[in-house]
């Protein structure tokens, strides 16, 4: 059974970093696309960036562009996403998701918090 499960979230300053790692398990991810995803509170899911793990094209909202950096290690079944320059608007429960190709999100994370103070 696939399984992602996310780590890295937590407390941190405006201006301040974190990277969030996502482990992938029990499925060849190989043909997959890898996405984060997040979530305030009140507010609905939204995309925040993805790549592929074969050619690593990455995909990002225009809210976090030259801010965050999507990665992964194939060789690890490993999906990360760095993130720079936070924001209290940045403050979500940040999930990590996987796709077949051409088919939309089908296995989630159980998601960490990322707190971002003023």
């Known amino acids: 059974q696939a399984q992602l499960i996310e780590s890295g979230g937590g407390l941190v300053q405006a201006g301040g970093s974190l990277r969030l790692s996502c482990a992938a398990s029990?499925?060849?991810?190989?043909?997959?696309?890898m996405g984060w995803f997040r979530q305030a509170p009140g507010k609905e899911r939204e995309f925040v960036a993805a790549?592929?793990?074969?050619?690593?094209?990455?995909f990002y909202a225009d809210f976090v562009k030259g801010r965050f950096t999507i990665s992964r290690d194939n060789a690890k079944n490993m999906v990360y996403l760095q993130m720079n320059s936070l924001k209290p608007e940045d403050t979500a429960v940040y999930y990590c998701?996987?796709?077949?190709?051409?088919?939309?999100?089908?296995?989630w994370g159980q998601g960490t918090q990322v707190t971002v103070s003023s």
């Open positions: 029990g499925r060849t991810f190989s043909s997959y696309r």
């Open positions: 998701a996987a796709a077949r190709a051409g088919y939309d999100y089908d296995t």
């Open positions: 790549i592929r793990w074969t050619g690593g094209s990455t």
